[in-house]
């Protein structure tokens, strides 16, 4: 047996980040979705990207397939995975774990086709890499597009956020001019309000939050705390605050401004379906609810105007309206209040993909395109492969 065919039948050792001085080892995954009588939405879940091909569940249950470390502590596969702590061949060979192989798209061209179009004659900021920003010298992003080996396309803005080009690629590569500007940094955050003669209404003014808490000023004064940058230009604390350019921390303890916290008013405290009440008929057609540009969900019948958020401060919304204003995750509505929810998963022609039809490889793998299943296969001499259904 040779050391490699050894390594497969071995459980990953890799530990994450941990405070002791003893090693943290991965001790088992469980799968928890089986026998839960749960049943879940015919869609894939993506739960790993390792830069050449993206994994997948064949639904969306990772935050139920649960591994176990040696201190006690537990993690879903997803972040177990993400967090580098075990690998997808150790979960498949190891534990047993059905996951979905699918080859990362990869950037074919990028195409410039502002020159058929008019546009403003003004700088656009296209990405920010926390140290420099990068601009175009027109307002042209929408017309520069990244065509993939999978034959769908994005906007450059959209590619470069997804981490799927570079600027130095899109420069040397691709031939697209982008100016490089070195990103401001704070010099000061001044409170003006305490200047002899100013004048603040004394009462509580929100200028943060976020999942857990809401910042409030005790009196209103925003508009009076500046950001101060290298460049010499200025931000009141409320859109510095949003651009990300400080946080709330930074504010307190470098910058000596006082904050008040306040536990977010929207925490839920439950979901009710009341459809499910005696008297009360729904017309049975399904309803679309929520999308997440990837998936589009549906409740099996029209109503959800009867499925009620209700929140700790004691107001309301419906759950359509919760969705959206992002109190909660469809996996939340699922799992943690057992409201069920069917998917359809829309490709890149705005068709839905059927999860059904996948190909199956030898070693475990699934594949959802089939050139790249047979580009594989024919790679791979002396196997035998079956269409899977």
Same mark, same amino acid.
């Given at each position: 047996?040779?050391?490699?065919?050894?390594?497969?039948?071995?459980?990953?050792?890799?530990?994450?980040?941990?405070?002791?001085?003893?090693?943290?080892?991965?001790?088992?995954?469980?799968d928890?979705?089986?026998?839960?009588?749960?049943?879940?939405?015919? @869609?894939? /879940? &993506? $739960? =790993? +990207?390792?830069?050449? *091909?993206? %994994? #997948?569940?064949?639904?969306?249950? !990772?935050?139920?397939?649960?591994?176990?470390?040696?201190?006690?502590?537990?993690?879903?596969?997803?972040?177990?995975?993400n967090?580098?702590?075990?690998?997808?061949?150790?979960?498949?060979?190891?534990?047993?774990?059905?996951?979905?192989?699918?080859?990362?798209?990869?950037?074919?061209?990028v195409?410039?086709?502002?020159?058929?179009?008019?546009?403003?004659? @003004?700088? /656009? &900021? $296209? =990405? +920010?890499?926390?140290? *420099?920003? %990068? #601009?175009?010298?027109?307002q042209? !992003?929408?017309?520069?597009?990244?065509?993939?080996?999978?034959?769908?396309?994005?906007?450059?803005?959209?590619?470069?956020?997804?981490?799927?080009?570079?600027i130095?690629?899109?420069?040397?590569?691709?031939?697209?001019?982008?100016?490089?500007s070195?990103?401001?940094?704070?010099?000061?955050v001044?409170?003006?309000?305490?200047?002899?003669?100013?004048?603040?209404?004394?009462?509580?003014?929100?200028?943060?939050?976020?999942?857990?808490n809401?910042?409030?000023?005790?009196t209103?004064?925003?508009?009076?705390v500046?950001?101060?940058?290298?460049?010499?230009?200025?931000?009141?604390?409320?859109?510095?605050?949003?651009?990300?350019?400080?946080?709330?921390?930074d504010l307190?303890?470098?910058?000596?401004?006082?904050?008040?916290t306040?536990?977010?008013?929207?925490?839920?405290?439950?979901?009710?379906?009341?459809?499910?009440?005696?008297?009360?008929?729904?017309?049975?057609?399904?309803?679309f609810?929520?999308?997440?540009g990837?998936?589009?969900?549906?409740?099996?019948?029209?109503?959800s105007?009867?499925?009620?958020?209700?929140?700790?401060?004691?107001?309301?919304?419906?759950?359509?309206?919760?969705?959206?204003?992002?109190?909660?995750?469809?996996?939340?509505?699922?799992?943690?209040?057992?409201?069920?929810?069917?998917?359809?998963?829309?490709?890149?022609?705005?068709?839905?993909y059927?999860?059904?039809t996948?190909?199956?490889?030898?070693?475990?793998?699934?594949?959802?395109?089939?050139?790249?299943?047979e580009?594989?296969?024919?790679?791979?001499?002396?196997?035998?492969?079956?269409?899977?259904?």
């Amino acid at each position: 047996m040779t050391a490699e065919a050894a390594n497969m039948d071995m459980p990953d050792m890799t530990v994450y980040a941990s405070s002791y001085a003893s090693r943290v080892n991965v001790i088992g995954v469980e799968d928890r979705s089986i026998n839960s009588g749960m049943v879940f939405p015919q @869609v894939m /879940e &993506k $739960i =790993y +990207d390792d830069g050449k *091909n993206e %994994y #997948y569940l064949d639904c969306p249950k !990772s935050n139920l397939i649960i591994v176990r470390y040696s201190n006690g502590t537990e993690k879903n596969v997803s972040q177990a995975l993400n967090d580098g702590d075990i690998s997808v061949r150790t979960l498949r060979n190891v534990y047993g774990i059905s996951i979905i192989s699918s080859r990362k798209a990869t950037v074919r061209k990028v195409i410039d086709k502002s020159s058929q179009y008019y546009v403003p004659q @003004v700088m /656009e &900021k $296209i =990405y +920010d890499d926390g140290k *420099n920003e %990068y #601009y175009f010298r027109t307002q042209k !992003s929408a017309y520069v597009i990244v065509r993939y080996s999978d034959g769908t396309e994005k906007n450059v803005v959209q590619a470069l956020n997804d981490g799927d080009l570079t600027i130095k690629e899109l420069q040397n590569e691709y031939g697209i001019s982008v100016v490089t500007s070195k990103k401001p940094t704070i010099r000061s955050v001044k409170d003006n309000s305490t200047k002899p003669g100013v004048f603040t209404p004394q009462a509580y003014e929100k200028i943060y939050e976020d999942d857990k808490n809401e910042y409030y000023f005790t009196t209103m004064k925003s508009n009076l705390v500046i950001v101060r940058y290298s460049d010499g230009t200025e931000k009141n604390i409320i859109q510095a605050l949003n651009d990300g350019d400080l946080t709330i921390k930074d504010l307190q303890n470098v910058y000596g401004i006082s904050v008040v916290t306040q536990v977010r008013t929207n925490r839920i405290s439950s979901v009710t379906d009341k459809s499910l009440e005696l008297g009360i008929s729904v017309p049975q057609v399904k309803e679309f609810i929520y999308s997440d540009g990837v998936n589009n969900y549906y409740l099996s019948t029209q109503r959800s105007t009867l499925v009620i958020v209700k929140y700790v401060d004691g107001t309301q919304k419906s759950v359509t309206q919760a969705l959206y204003d992002g109190d909660l995750t469809i996996g939340d509505l699922q799992f943690t209040y057992n409201i069920p929810v069917t998917t359809e998963r829309v490709n890149a022609d705005n068709k839905y993909y059927d999860p059904s039809t996948l190909y199956k490889a030898p070693d475990g793998t699934y594949w959802t395109s089939k050139a790249e299943y047979e580009e594989w296969t024919a790679s791979q001499k002396g196997y035998q492969y079956q269409y899977h259904k």
